[in-house]
Each structure stands twice: as C-alpha cells, then as structure tokens.
C-alpha cells in the first residue's frame, strides 16, 4: 500500500515487479514500469518517481526492498512482492509460512490486503485504484506551475495532462464551494500567464 501511493502504480503492476524496477539510490526513488516485465496498461514504458506523500511511506519501502536484499537475499529478478508461502502447523491446518520467490498470479491480493487494512483501520474499503485518484487530487493543490503539473501527469503514465484532469481531476461538491470562496475576484499577479501556459500545455 505504501509504494502504491508513493508511485500510483497499477495494482496488476505491482504484483508484476522485480526489485530490478526499483532504484531506491536515486532522489526521489525511481520505479521503471518496463513493460516487457511489468504488466503496464496498454504495454506502455512507464518511468515512475516517488510523489511528494508522507515520508513514513518511502521509509516503509525502503525498509522492505533492504530486507528482500540483505536478509532474504532476493537478486534484481525475483518478486518485490513475492507470493505467500503456504505451510501446516501442528494440527496440520494451512498456515503462513514465509515467502516464495513467485511472483503472484495475479492482483486479487493486492485487493484483498486493501480490504483487510481498512476494516482493520475502522474505514470503508476503497480499492486500489483509488489511490491514483488521490494522486490525481493531489496534483491540482501542489503543483504550482505547469511544469510541475506536466511531471506529475507524466508520473502518472499520462502522456497527455487532459487524461489526468478528466480522469482524476473532478472535485468534490463541497471541496467545490470552498475552492470557488477562497478565490480573489482581482486574482493574483501573473495568474493570467500560468493559465495561458497550462491551456496550451492541454491543448
């Protein structure tokens, strides 16, 4: 859950990741969406770097992708995620019994651990994709230029900023009232010129 609101990807991606896709020595960290590997959506090469979200995420990450290396001595093409190893206890009932060096089938755990962690937090479940529709919300109060914008459309694996304003972009009614309250009838010095460059960018 952590990498995927640092990085949005895809939970058919993620299931699909080597540790090979993830360079944790680069600033941000670097996740290579190769699509000869990694089930990208329609087998696009994406190049992903951490989005600005809570540092306990990428300390989270981190802390994984060092125990796959140094304790579990997973090399760059095994699982970063690998599939549960099933076991017997004492009274032979299947049990939890480490790791395989597989990748999963599939991302119904993916969606499976979403569901478990919200009950457990006492939240609603939203699924896995909701984390790049927060992402997608996130764009529009942190980004302050349209370079800014086009780098976290393009992180997204959005070639064109419009897919990420239409997809992801819809406020909520009341976040709407507050955005349009707050909003200065002079405007602010050089805004005209910002939303020339942001059209043009969308255009």
């Known amino acids: 859950m952590a990498l995927a609101l640092l990085t949005g990807i895809r939970d058919r991606a993620l299931v699909s990741l080597s540790l090979r896709h993830i360079d944790m020595s680069k600033a941000p960290p670097l996740v290579r969406q190769e699509p ?3 089930e990208t959506k329609f087998a696009k090469n994406i190049s992903t770097y951490f ?3 809570c540092g306990d995420f990428h300390r989270i990450v981190a802390e994984w992708v060092d125990e796959l290396q140094t304790r579990l001595l997973f090399g760059p093409n095994d699982p970063l995620f690998p599939r549960t190893k099933m076991g017997h206890d004492g009274d032979k ?3 939890v019994a480490g ?3 597989i990748h999963w089938a599939d991302a119904s755990p993916v969606r499976a651990i979403y569901k ?3 009950t457990r937090g006492g939240l609603p479940y939203f699924p896995p994709h909701s984390f790049r ?3 997608g919300h996130l764009m529009q109060t942190m980004c302050r230029t349209p370079e800014q914008i086009r780098a976290w459309s393009q992180n997204l694996g959005h070639e064109n900023i ?3 304003l239409t997809s992801y972009g819809r406020i909520d009614p009341h976040r709407q009232g507050a955005v349009i309250g707050a909003i200065s009838p002079d405007g602010a010095p050089g805004d005209a010129k ?3 460059r942001i059209r043009a960018l969308v255009g």
Do not use: K, N, Q
């Open 99 to 101: 790791v395989e060096l």
């Open 36 to 38: 000869d590997r990694v």
């Open 93 to 95: 009932s299947f049990c």
């Open 194 to 196: 910002v939303l020339a």
């Open 51 to 53: 989005f600005p979200v």
């Open 162 to 164: 419009a897919t990420t």
């Open 116 to 118: 478990e962690a919200f």
């Open 133 to 135: 529709h927060t992402l």
